[in-house]
């Protein structure tokens, strides 16, 4: 067999024909394209030296006279895979030596170098942190919430932000300051100076404030956000540090700078009172510590705050240590809630009743109490003027106390039921007994009068209450012993079994005893004046209980505040029942409350204002001169007017008092009117029945 013909020079363009004048294809050449992926026979350059072709092997060559053999199809390449086992194998064995590595590393931390850790573990620092407890809440007798707890928000921000070199702006917490200062209601100078720190990082801008107040913030702070995202401010801060000659710039525009980036927010507690000024004399209020100080906030701080918890961790290069041994948690006990004797609605109609009276007679103020005369519970104890426990700025400080139990004044004639107690329950005189009343006294060294100029009056010892005499009362008094220092010493001991010049059982904060000399040191005037009200001062919490106590059939019992309490773990425990003294017999006081009764239905009678149709009511009058705190000297007048109702099944007593009235100042004039307001709203709200007989109507005077 020949080879095939060598092709001549300079014809590498042109391919070699077959014998039968068909071009040839390359040896190997099927005539189809190459695989993806295969190799291709690079091309000649033009002029390039044609590589000799291939000797075809035997199964290639052209059989004898016909046409050549097609080359063999390459048969598919067969991928062996590696054992799996070795894999297997392999993997294992990696896997033993990594936890040997782990393994001999642990019998090197907990065996041989355990001192050495234990010594470098003493080295992190602990820390002991407080855990608040909660503050347990105070509610009204049907359990509204007077005062709680809500979440709140620290405002703090972080100084460190604020330098011009970071802000681009000379004065950010100017800025800052007067943004938030009207959100705060902080002055733009305190918040600034607390932006001026910029060696601290953690600085507090207003503690507990409200959601709401954080809302407002955080939507401040993202619409200015916005603001800064434009295209005109991106260029300033391409231009920030440049020279001048390239348009550079220091700072950049206010409209381009958010000032309030570097606040932010802690989660705190704050102490609210949802019924605004409603019994706020009496509640309270906390100060920024949330810790009480004043009212029963302050009396029952202890059981209010609760018990804070503790935790200890320590930490070590600035991170927490959670797996230290050292490590402690002790969790917070919640404070008690508290449930008052208060009812809500009662309360708001004392309040509006005093508050309109203070304002309509020009007073410098007044207070009204209601209690119950059986279980000696207080439903109700308004002052005016009061103020709102949410803000304490707009409060002056001497509206901030509970002068119904804070203030002591003269009685002046409601302490006439003390001394006709005294007479009637030592057997000196009757309800009828007949008194003769000029229209001046002369004893000791004063000369005394009745309000009001008069003829001689001839007056039962029921007259005399009635038309509350001064000169008839002393004279019924001077009937209690054999001579005057036996009277006193009689009167004294009743003033001091109706708790007069002692503690009201209340334990209030800042209550006052009131004022009641031993009887053994009453002046020539005092021994006088104390059986008509001057002379002695008492609170009127005090007066009023001396009412009840007649209403309760002469045994008195301490005034209470707290119904009871409820515990972190929801049981409600009920507050001991106040303690009960026998003051006088109960036919005394019965007698007694007849010849109340004439006070307010007998047309001589100074309580007339008091009438509430279709209820008998029993209550007695009061005008004394007032003492002012200030000079210690006599100025102006307390008005007051103190009774039960219904008089036959006594339920419950009202007191008024208004101090120093310009527009009037008797008791019945303007004190009758807000027990009457009061005393029918409670009768109403405690569902009452109306009284079904008629008054004594005891004879007042008699026919000499």
Not at 78 to 104: C, E, H, N, P
Not at 333 to 358: E, F, K, S, Y
Not at 519 to 536: D, V
Request: net charge positive; hydrophobic share 35%; with cysteine.
């Amino acid at each position: 067999m020949s080879t095939p013909r060598q092709p001549s020079r300079g014809s590498g363009d042109r391919k070699p024909r077959r014998p039968d004048g068909a071009r040839s294809r390359p040896a190997g050449d099927t005539g189809r394209k190459p695989a993806r992926g295969a190799a291709r026979t690079p091309s000649r350059n033009p002029g390039e030296r044609p590589r000799a072709p291939r000797q075809r092997t035997s199964d290639q060559r052209r059989p004898q006279g016909g046409h050549p053999r097609p080359p063999a199809r390459p048969q598919p390449r067969t991928v062996k895979l590696g054992d799996s086992r070795r894999r297997l194998r392999l993997i294992t064995v990696a896997l033993t030596l990594v936890f040997s590595v782990f393994a001999g590393r642990l019998v090197q931390l907990q065996l041989l170098d355990s001192d050495t850790l234990a010594v470098a573990a003493g080295a992190n620092q602990y820390y002991d942190a407080k855990l608040s407890a909660e503050r347990g809440s105070i509610t009204s007798s049907d359990g509204v919430a007077l005062a709680t707890t809500v979440d709140a928000y620290d405002v703090v921000a972080d100084p460190t932000f604020y330098p011009a070199d970071k802000t681009r702006i000379p004065d950010a917490p100017e800025q800052a300051a007067a943004l938030l200062a009207p959100i705060l209601g902080r002055s733009k100078e305190q918040l600034a100076a607390a932006l001026h720190t910029p060696k601290t990082k953690w600085v507090m801008l207003a503690p507990r404030q409200s959601p709401e107040v954080k809302k407002q913030i955080t939507d401040l702070r993202t619409s200015l956000t916005k603001q800064t995202d434009t295209k005109e401010c991106r260029a300033q801060r391409l231009l920030l540090g440049k020279p001048a000659e390239q348009g550079g710039r220091q700072y950049l525009d206010n409209a381009c700078v958010n000032p309030l980036v570097g606040l932010g927010f802690t989660d705190s507690k704050q102490r609210v009172y949802p019924a605004g000024g409603l019994a706020a004399n009496l509640v309270g209020f906390v100060n920024s510590e949330g810790v009480g100080t004043g009212g029963l906030e302050l009396q029952y701080q202890k059981d209010l705050a609760g018990r804070d918890g503790r935790v200890t961790y320590a930490s070590g290069a600035g991170r927490v240590v959670p797996t230290s041994a050292g490590g402690s948690q002790q969790l917070p006990v919640p404070g008690l809630d508290l449930r008052l004797t208060v009812n809500r609605d009662i309360q708001w109609a004392a309040q509006r009743a005093i508050t309109d009276q203070v304002a309509n007679a020009g007073a410098e103020k007044g207070y009204v109490v209601v209690q119950d005369v059986k279980t000696g519970q207080i439903l109700a104890m308004a002052t005016s003027p009061g103020f709102d426990p949410n803000n304490l700025r707009a409060a002056k400080a001497d509206q901030l106390g509970n002068a119904a139990v804070q203030d002591a004044y003269e009685p002046g004639s409601t302490a006439k039921l003390m001394t006709m107690a005294a007479v009637l329950d030592s057997g000196s005189a009757q309800w009828d007994t007949h008194v003769t009343v000029p229209n001046t006294l002369q004893r000791s060294d004063r000369v005394f009068h009745d309000d009001i100029d008069h003829p001689t009056w001839y007056l039962t010892l029921a007259g005399v209450l009635a038309k509350s005499s001064n000169i008839g009362t002393i004279e019924a008094a001077e009937h209690l012993g054999k001579n005057q220092q036996e009277s006193n010493r009689i009167l004294g001991d009743y003033l001091h079994r109706f708790g007069i010049g002692q503690p009201t059982g209340l334990g209030f904060p800042g209550e006052t005893r009131g004022i009641l000399a031993k009887p053994e040191t009453w002046s020539g005037s005092q021994q006088y004046t104390i059986p008509f009200g001057q002379g002695l001062s008492v609170n009127a919490l005090q007066a009023t209980s001396v009412f009840s106590t007649i209403a309760n059939g002469g045994v008195r019992v301490t005034p209470s505040l707290l119904a009871g309490t409820t515990g972190p773990d929801g049981r409600y425990t009920p507050a001991p029942a106040g303690e009960q003294t026998r003051v006088v017999k109960p036919e005394t006081a019965k007698t007694l409350s007849e010849m109340l009764e004439s006070v307010v239905s007998d047309e001589q009678g100074t309580g007339g204002s008091a009438q509430i149709p279709g209820y008998r009511v029993a209550g007695k009058t009061g005008t004394a001169n007032r003492v002012d705190p200030k000079t210690g000297k006599y100025s102006g007048y307390t008005a007051s007017f103190i009774g039960f109702a219904p008089a036959e099944a006594p339920r419950v007593t009202v007191s008024c008092v208004i101090q120093d009235p310009v527009n009037g100042h008797f008791g019945g004039q303007l004190c009758g009117p807000v027990f009457k307001q009061v005393m029918e709203f409670t009768l109403k709200t405690l569902h009452v029945a109306p009284s079904g007989s008629e008054a004594p109507n005891l004879p007042v005077d008699w026919k000499p």
